[in-house]
């Protein structure tokens, strides 16, 4: 291979993540405008909160007139998973500066903390910082750049959002989820937490999210404390 | 539109909170083990929580019958990426059937 700089490298390995981000951001622009959102508010979500999922629920929600706190609440759970990012980063970053690890901070996602992580584990810590950051700057122009391009459409077509692009979301977030369902815990919390949504589905402020979400981890808690027992009763 | 903005500046401060807990505030904030143990299961639980009601009741009630393409797109995407692990694959391919049981069947 040609030497590259990490930099460089940062950004090459996250061409792919790229290529499966853009549509997201080209149908967050088009939802956002469709849902009244101005293009200036769109762009700033996009420049300011920079997280695909939460970013389609808020939109979800502001069109549905949820309140304030409840968009706030709902950032605050879909975005959980990015605490145990920055925990598994930790351990690489911990000598990094932080005017290095402020800026990363803000750029962490589930794309760019997959190829980091996967770089600095297998051995490559050297240039790491670099490399974060251009698997960074890459994920941020792309999003930026495909949500842009989104609001031009999703105001010349308004009819985009009903065509079904909605539902590359849900398979994105499908795609995502089943191959982690591995564990006996895990399945426990992901069929108590989606039982939890049927029952509560149209609950006013996404509160049937909130619930399935305590639902399913009270559910996988549960099934793991009953799995370590019994192991041991087994070695024993 | 003023608003809105606080509205957004809220989600960013939230969502920069998060991301920075360990890498910033790391070696001050120790999260207890207990929580630790249980933020695993959040994705675990919040995703499925947002996929089967989208995928059983895309209108708003239930559509349980195979002419559903929320549904079979999504047991597809499902099926690609536990077979793959390969997440744009799975999109693309469940996108294309999704596109084309809306076409078939409704």
């Known amino acids: 291979?040609?030497?590259?700089?990490?930099?460089?490298?940062?950004?090459?390995?996250?061409?792919?993540?790229?290529?499966?981000?853009?549509?997201?951001?080209?149908?967050?622009?088009?939802?956002?405008?469709?849902?009244?959102?101005?293009?200036?508010?769109?762009?700033?979500?996009?420049?300011?909160?920079?997280?695909?999922?939460?970013?389609?629920?808020?939109?979800?929600?502001?069109?549905?007139?949820?309140?304030?706190?409840?968009?706030?609440?709902?950032?605050?759970?879909?975005?959980?998973?990015?605490?145990?990012?920055?925990?598994?980063?930790?351990?690489y970053a911990r000598s990094w500066p932080l005017?290095?690890?402020?800026?990363?901070?803000?750029?962490?996602?589930?794309?760019?903390?997959?190829?980091?992580?996967?770089?600095?584990?297998?051995?490559?810590?050297?240039?790491?910082?670099?490399?974060?950051?251009?698997?960074?700057?890459?994920?941020?122009?792309?999003?930026?750049?495909?949500?842009?391009?989104?609001?031009?459409?999703?105001s010349e077509l308004p009819g985009l959002a009903d065509w079904g692009l909605d539902f590359a979301m849900l398979a994105t977030f499908a795609a995502i989820v089943a191959p982690q369902l591995k564990s006996r815990p895990s399945l426990c919390a992901a069929a108590a937490a989606s039982?939890?949504?049927?029952?509560?589905?149209?609950?006013?402020?996404?509160?049937?999210?909130?619930?399935?979400a305590a639902a399913g981890v009270v559910a996988g808690l549960w099934a793991e404390s009953r799995q370590m027992p019994k192991k041991e009763e087994a070695g024993a | 539109m003023n608003s809105i903005l606080w509205l957004?500046?809220?989600?960013?401060?939230?969502?920069?909170?998060?991301?920075?807990?360990?890498?910033?505030?790391?070696?001050?904030?120790?999260?207890?083990?207990?929580?630790?143990?249980?933020?695993y299961y959040v994705p675990v639980a919040v995703l499925p929580a947002l996929v089967v009601p989208m995928a059983l009741l895309p209108r708003g009630d239930w559509w349980l019958t195979p002419a559903n393409p929320y549904l079979i797109g999504t047991l597809v995407a499902a099926a690609v990426a536990i077979r793959t692990k390969k997440t744009l694959l799975a999109i693309m391919v469940s996108f294309a059937v999704y596109l084309a049981w809306r076409l078939l069947f409704v």
């Open chain 1, 1 to 91: 291979m040609k030497p590259v700089s990490p930099l460089l490298a940062g950004v090459r390995d996250t061409v792919p993540m790229l290529v499966g981000a853009a549509p997201f951001g080209l149908i967050f622009g088009t939802l956002a405008v469709g849902a009244g959102l101005s293009p200036a508010a769109t762009l700033a979500m996009s420049a300011f909160v920079f997280a695909g999922s939460s970013q389609f629920v808020a939109v979800t929600l502001i069109g549905a007139g949820a309140a304030w706190p409840v968009i706030w609440m709902t950032t605050l759970v879909v975005n959980l998973r990015h605490a145990l990012y920055s925990a598994a980063l930790l351990p």
């Open chain 1, 99 to 154: 005017s290095a690890r402020l800026p990363l901070a803000f750029w962490l996602t589930d794309e760019s903390y997959a190829v980091v992580e996967h770089r600095l584990r297998t051995g490559l810590a050297e240039g790491g910082m670099p490399y974060a950051f251009g698997s960074s700057l890459a994920m941020y122009g792309n999003w930026l750049l495909f949500s842009a391009v989104g609001v031009m459409l999703g």
């Open chain 1, 195 to 212: 039982a939890v949504a049927l029952a509560g589905h149209g609950w006013p402020y996404k509160l049937d999210l909130m619930a399935a």
């Open chain 2, 8 to 39: 957004i500046a809220g989600m960013a401060a939230i969502t920069f909170l998060i991301r920075a807990s360990f890498l910033v505030f790391g070696q001050k904030l120790q999260f207890p083990a207990g929580v630790k143990r249980a933020l």
